[in-house]
């Protein structure tokens, strides 16, 4: 852990690496982000929101180090360019950065697209169309909020016979981190019912009072994304039916009905869907299968696997580049992309990941 934050620092405090990146003439940077606030009031449970300031930094960043900010239709253009002409040269690419925001927040219409306008930025926003139908928060939300909120000094879990002491802050961060994980790996009828058990162990009034007061965490109605989908910086992609991860864990004809069913939902609603990004993306949360159904059925697939795009990138596992909030960490993280390594590590992931049987 240590050794990697001297990484970081060598790589943040070194003004050689800072020319590199004003010097790039040709790379393609995708950043994975989620909601938007103005004012953060707790940084736990609303951990996926990034505030205008921070967002507004990145923006600047990119574009005081020359970089155009593309589309998605753009990317599929300058990926099929590079892969049939072989007789483009490295310099004909062009410097890119991409954004895009998961889970469909409902600030990303009330926040992030007026500032969007201001920048002329184009951004893709990946929805769950099972919370947009239903207006239903993400999982995680409830998860963090019942585990802050809950006065209980000990929870019993029936669903995975467990009890935690959730007496001292650190207890309930333990728990948390717990929780999340199997969150992440449990199959999803057994993570429904969980967080339905999470969901009890605060009360209606509660529960009203913090959506209230957490209302960063609302997801947006196809009211609102049919409007924005009339704005020509944005456009939406799939994101699963119900946030659920492709993992191998899950039930196979489940996992094609959510790739399948959320993409013919949103073609029904916008006309079209050809963009997909795995829910939590790591290679561990994609089976072979779900690549397979994805690779199919849209024509670019995003993962949270970290590294640049380039000619080389598979389309349907494409990495991106997670941008932490604070703006030294971010600079950090775009360089690390550019490491031999991180590419290595990501050619490494996904080759595995194709090769392996569902
Ligand atoms: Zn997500």
């Known amino acids: 852990m240590q050794r990697k934050q001297d990484l970081i620092d060598f790589l943040i405090n070194n003004p050689i690496f800072e020319l590199y990146?004003?010097?790039?003439?040709?790379c393609i940077c995708c950043f994975y982000y989620h909601g938007i606030e103005n004012k953060i009031i707790d940084p736990f449970i609303q951990q996926e929101q990034i505030t205008t300031a921070q967002l507004t930094k990145h923006i600047l960043y990119l574009k005081h180090n020359g970089f155009e900010f593309i589309n998605l239709s753009d990317l599929y253009n300058v990926l099929n360019r590079l892969n049939n002409d072989c007789l483009l040269g490295p310099n004909s690419m062009g410097k890119y950065a991409i954004f895009t925001f998961d889970d469909g927040y409902l600030n990303n219409k009330t926040i992030l697209l007026p500032l969007m306008k201001i920048y002329q930025i184009p951004f893709t926003v990946f929805i769950n169309t099972n919370h947009v139908t239903n207006r239903k928060r993400h999982l995680f939300y409830f998860l963090r909020t019942a585990l802050s909120f809950c006065k209980n000094k000990v929870i019993s879990l029936e669903t995975i016979k467990k009890n935690y002491n959730i007496s001292t802050p650190l207890n309930k961060l333990k728990c948390y981190n717990e929780l999340a994980s199997l969150y992440r790996t449990l199959p999803q009828r057994i993570v429904i019912i969980l967080n339905l058990e999470i969901q009890s162990l605060l009360n209606i009034n509660e529960w009203n009072k913090l959506n209230n007061q957490f209302n960063s965490e609302e997801v947006l109605s196809w009211d609102d994304i049919i409007e924005m989908n009339n704005d020509k910086l944005v456009d939406f992609g799939s994101h699963g039916l119900d946030h659920f991860i492709c993992h191998n864990s899950q039930d196979p004809d489940e996992t094609k009905m959510q790739i399948i069913k959320s993409k013919a939902i949103i073609k029904g609603k916008l006309g079209k869907c050809n963009w997909f990004s795995y829910p939590n993306g790591r290679i561990q949360d994609i089976s072979k299968l779900a690549y397979d159904i994805v690779k199919s059925?849209?024509?670019?697939?995003?993962?949270?696997?970290?590294?640049?795009?380039?000619?080389?990138?598979?389309?349907?596992?494409?990495p991106r580049i997670i941008p932490y909030c604070n703006l030294s960490r971010y600079r950090a993280n775009l360089k690390i992309s550019f490491l031999k390594f991180t590419k290595q590590k990501y050619e490494r992931e996904i080759v595995n990941l194709v090769k392996s049987i569902s």
């Not at 993962?303 to 389309?315: E, G, P, Y």
């Open 297 to 318: 059925e849209f024509k670019l697939a995003f993962s949270t696997v970290r590294a640049n795009i380039d000619k080389n990138s598979n389309k349907h596992l494409l």
């Open 21 to 26: 990146i004003k010097k790039l003439k040709n």
